[in-house]
């Protein structure tokens, strides 16, 4: 590769290079917690309770009908991270082309899919009827803007396997202007209301994933990506499918999951709904650390199986996800500490605050349980092993959280709900730190277990 964006993980400090691949998916990170917490500011000050309630519902639906993708979007950045660390230009090129081809065989077809299934998504949900009407008219938008979605998720995930971390920030930084000038166009001149968000983050969506299109392009020639599909692979196919589908699985069993748990917050009334909308973007901004860390994981595993080199994927095995937690211990104890003001930017209404604070207190401090859950299973995932860790997570969800969730509700009290989680992150923590003592990860450290 020519650019000097790119980070080699295969030599050097490990967490020097971590950290110089990590801080600028943090400040994307950042960027894109601004991202959706401007539809929050905007809504939450421009309008009512319910519309704010219907922002963070109408999150579900998306999550749950995109999750398969993104996983096989991973699938595309582990491979692409090991071809990287093997010098495999010729599989480089394959494997952004059938990415390409790929992206449209599964955008167009989610995106009418969405207008149907999102509304059945929000009923089983128990969406409150005084907030019915701004969720689907939220989804209906939001749904249109999928291709965009998908594509700058999927050059992002390319740009981070070739080790540029740095690049998808700028594509953020556009993404994010153009979302926030619309939203205050739309919502605050125009009053359009939940609609009026919606339809800023699609344009927002499409803006960013055409110049990250022209970005590559123009520094990274030799990936040959393209606007419209041309060309698609079989065996590189294969590959992606046998990465990412097992990871997009799991999304999917865990978005199912997620929407359990929003139907037992529903349940609570638009004021504990509005309440954890806001605290979810709150710990959102606490968090940047861990998708950073977690993100560059990925990377610095698959370069490193790429190339051989074994002592240095014990070492940042280790290393990664406990300076993650780090990190995110540090920023969940210092929100916490001050997040009624934080909270107050949100909105003004007394309820909806008091709410909130009780979220974040209780989930917040424990959070970096998470970090160091989601490090290792990044890690692992970027290896290439997929089955433990999607073990791990069924079981940390359908094993653990809902069914905490659904005693509190129901023999304690519902507004505590949210004591579920951090429940399920050291429980999650705890089986993935098992699996350094497993045979299968010694395996992985011999030369010749290499496939």
């Not at 000097?4 to 950042?30: E, Q, R, S, W």
């Not at 390319?158 to 971390?165: A, E, H, K, T, V």
Request: net charge positive; hydrophobic share 50%; aromatic share 10%.
């Amino acid at each position: 590769m020519k650019s000097t964006k790119k980070i080699d993980m295969t030599n050097g400090n490990i967490m020097k290079l971590v950290v110089l691949f990590a801080l600028p998916i943090c400040v994307g990170n950042i960027l894109q917690q601004l991202y959706s917490t401007v539809d929050t500011l905007v809504i939450g000050n421009f309008c009512g309770t319910q519309s704010l309630a219907a922002v963070g519902t109408s999150a579900m639906p998306v999550e749950m009908l995109l999750c398969i993708f993104l996983g096989l979007g991973t699938g595309v950045s582990i491979l692409i991270s090991q071809y990287t660390g093997r010098g495999d230009i010729k599989s480089l090129q394959k494997a952004v082309s059938t990415a390409v081809s790929f992206l449209y065989m599964c955008a167009v077809p989610i995106s009418i899919l969405g207008l149907f299934i999102g509304p059945l998504i929000l009923k089983v949900m128990q969406t409150p009827a005084d907030t019915w009407d701004y969720c689907v008219s939220y989804l209906q938008i939001i749904f249109l803007g999928t291709l965009g979605n998908m594509g700058y998720n999927m050059n992002a995930g390319i740009l981070r396997g070739i080790g540029d971390s740095k690049s998808s920030l700028l594509f953020l930084v556009i993404s994010c202007m153009v979302n926030i000038v619309l939203d205050l166009v739309f919502v605050a001149g125009f009053n359009m209301d939940v609609a009026g968000a919606a339809l800023a983050t699609t344009i927002a969506m499409f803006s960013s994933w055409i110049f990250s299109i022209i970005y590559i392009k123009k520094k990274y020639p030799e990936l040959k990506i393209t606007y419209l599909p041309q060309s698609l692979d079989k065996d590189i196919l294969i590959d992606i499918v046998k990465v990412g589908l097992p990871l997009g699985l799991n999304n999917s069993i865990y978005s199912i999951g997620h929407i359990l748990m929003q139907s037992l917050i529903n349940a609570q009334g638009s004021v504990f709904m509005a309440a954890c909308s806001v605290s979810g973007k709150v710990n959102g901004i606490a968090n940047v650390a861990i998708t950073s860390f977690s993100s560059a994981a990925t990377t610095f595993a698959g370069q490193n199986l790429g190339a051989g080199k074994y002592d240095r994927l014990k070492k940042g095995s280790i290393q990664i996800p406990v300076f993650s937690g780090i990190v995110t211990c540090v920023g969940g104890i210092l929100v916490t500490m001050v997040c009624r003001p934080i909270l107050g930017f949100f909105t003004s209404d007394a309820a909806v605050l008091a709410m909130g604070v009780r979220y974040i207190r209780i989930v917040l401090p424990f959070t970096w349980t998470y970090a160091v859950f989601n490090g290792i299973i990044c890690f692992v995932n970027g290896m290439g092993e997929v089955k433990y860790p999607t073990i791990v997570n069924m079981l940390m969800l359908w094993a653990v959280r809902i069914p905490c969730g659904y005693i509190i509700a129901y023999f304690i009290d519902g507004t505590y709900v949210m004591a579920s989680f951090p429940i399920s992150f050291a429980f999650g923590m705890f089986a993935m730190l098992a699996y350094y003592m497993t045979k299968r990860w010694k395996k992985k450290l011999i030369p010749d277990s290499i496939v």
